[in-house]
């Protein structure tokens, strides 16, 4: 669970330091809420998993 969340804010941290550098300002509002529905996504897939083969 602890690696999981590692490699949750590493992708975070990714996308941040890209779009920091390529998307104008109009941009990353857009962007922002993009970021959150994968993050909700990914946090829901992994507990679907983690109650599968609990």
Do not use: N
């Amino acid at each position: 669970m602890d690696s999981l969340m590692q490699g949750l804010k590493a992708y975070a941290i990714t996308i941040d330091m890209c779009f920091e550098y390529f998307a104008p300002v109009w941009f990353e509002h857009a962007l922002r809420a993009f970021q959150i529905m994968t993050f909700v996504l990914a946090l829901l897939s992994a507990v679907r998993i983690f109650v599968l083969y609990k």
